[in-house]
């Protein structure tokens, strides 16, 4: 057959016509760098090239079916990306497709983001709002079985592919969860996935709570604008403000970087280190925090992922705010779509997040501030009231008129809500707002002082 390789006529026969093939590219992408570049020349790992023909031309002619070249050479270019990390992989056309639908914010399936662990489809998040988060699909699930199709095997595309369907047709997910003795099977009705990534409301005392379920293009406009909305809600100014990022997969690096933006007024927010000079990158603050100063208590668990961590880092490091729950997910490294000539793209890790003091987050996470259980809160069915100075008899008096009412005690309630109900639906945003009013508290007392 001929070919054309840089330009240059190879006349090559067989097995070998693809050895020459693999090493005129070689030498092509050697002489590619030029002598400007400081690193020095590798070595064409000869040997390794002709095994790899060698067992090229065996499948070609010993398979048990045929198997056309092309195929052959797709599945090396998969298995290659796959050797390297769980998040690099060859996009096929449909797939690059898929994966451009994906960050449109709207698609049919089921709202679930994945990512591949030991040959099976590990749960990073469910998305709020969506088919698998009101099934009962949890962050940490390891799904194993696909309807009938088991996972094992499968590329995380593939994977994706079977899940993915025609809003309203349904899918069976035979997962693993920890803490149960054998694998659960939850059926899911699929639908049109549309993400909105920020959600918020006003609890008592001017405190504010704004959820972020994805990182998007337009969420830090997003986020300003829900502020905005709670700052009038509470009458011109917000105490505070409890930011949720649990279960939150990441997003649009842009969007990480814009959302911690908003509460710093300068210093560095997330750098990037690669191999390339592409690949490093600084994101610094603006000056102008929307919350003007008032503290900020952040959210996280193990289902907070990448943009997330990046958001949690830059503040905690910034020392703006006290981040409270469980150790994220520690997916630090940055993926460049590279869309190549047959329609087809390559997602390929190109370099590592680092927070301001230079924490890589990689299979590290964030660890929170504060650490947080999985606690299940129940009221007690009748509580005893303590024995108090004020109960013993001929108890001296503090000289002041006795308080009317029980006003004093019951401060804190919420919005609309009890805050047993609130303890028993959500103990760590439950445990958040305390922290919060603690900090506020403190804030004001700090302010009074300076004012003497």
Do not use: W
């Amino acid at each position: 057959m001929r070919t054309m390789v840089k330009g240059r006529n190879l006349l090559l026969v067989g097995a070998g016509a693809f050895l020459g093939v693999l090493l005129a590219l070689a030498h092509g992408v050697l002489a590619e760098r030029g002598e400007g570049e400081a690193r020095a020349p590798a070595e064409v790992p000869l040997e390794e090239l002709r095994v790899f023909t060698d067992v090229f031309a065996r499948v070609k002619s010993d398979y048990v079916e045929p198997v056309d070249d092309r195929t052959l050479i797709e599945n090396a270019i998969r298995g290659m990306l796959a050797g390297l990390d769980p998040h690099s992989a060859y996009l096929s056309p449909d797939e690059f497709k898929e994966l451009q639908i994906g960050t449109r914010g709207e698609f049919g399936g089921l709202g679930i983001e994945v990512s591949m662990e030991d040959g099976f489809v590990k749960v990073v998040a469910p998305i709020d709002d969506t088919p698998a988060q009101r099934a009962g699909i949890r962050a940490g699930d390891l799904i194993i079985r696909i309807d009938d199709t088991p996972v094992k095997g499968l590329s995380l595309n593939e994977a994706v592919k079977l899940m993915r369907g025609r809003p309203g047709t349904k899918v069976t997910l035979t997962i693993v969860r920890e803490g149960e003795d054998k694998p659960l099977r939850i059926t899911v009705t699929r639908a049109v996935i549309k993400v909105k990534s920020v959600k918020a409301r006003l609890y008592d005392g001017g405190l504010g709570y704004v959820r972020i379920t994805h990182f998007q293009a337009p969420t830090a406009k997003s986020l300003a604008d829900a502020i905005e909305r709670l700052r009038k809600e509470a009458g011109g100014r917000l105490k505070g403000l409890v930011l949720d990022l649990r279960n939150n997969p990441g997003g649009v690096l842009n969007a990480a970087v814009d959302v911690a933006d908003l509460f710093l007024e300068e210093g560095l927010i997330v750098y990037t280190e690669g191999r390339v000079p592409d690949a490093r990158l600084r994101f610094s603050a603006t000056p102008g925090d929307v919350l003007e100063g008032a503290p900020i208590v952040v959210i996280v668990n193990g289902g907070s992922a990448s943009a997330s961590e990046i958001v949690a880092g830059a503040l905690q490091d910034q020392r703006r705010a006290v981040i409270v729950g469980r150790k994220t997910f520690g997916k630090g490294s940055v993926q460049t779509i590279l869309p190549l000539r047959n329609g087809a793209a390559l997602k390929l890790t190109t370099a590592r997040y680092y927070t301001p003091s230079g924490r890589s987050i990689q299979a590290e996470g964030i660890v929170p501030d504060i650490e947080l259980s999985r606690l299940r809160v129940a009221a007690v069915e009748k509580e005893i009231e303590p024995l108090r100075e004020s109960h013993l008899k001929r108890h001296l008096g503090n000289g002041k008129a006795p308080a009317k009412g029980k006003g004093a005690e019951e401060g804190g309630a919420r919005k609309g809500e009890d805050p047993g109900a609130l303890a028993a639906r959500d103990y760590e945003l439950f445990e958040a707002l305390n922290i919060l009013r603690g900090l506020v508290i403190l804030q004001s007392r700090a302010a009074a002082g300076g004012k003497g």
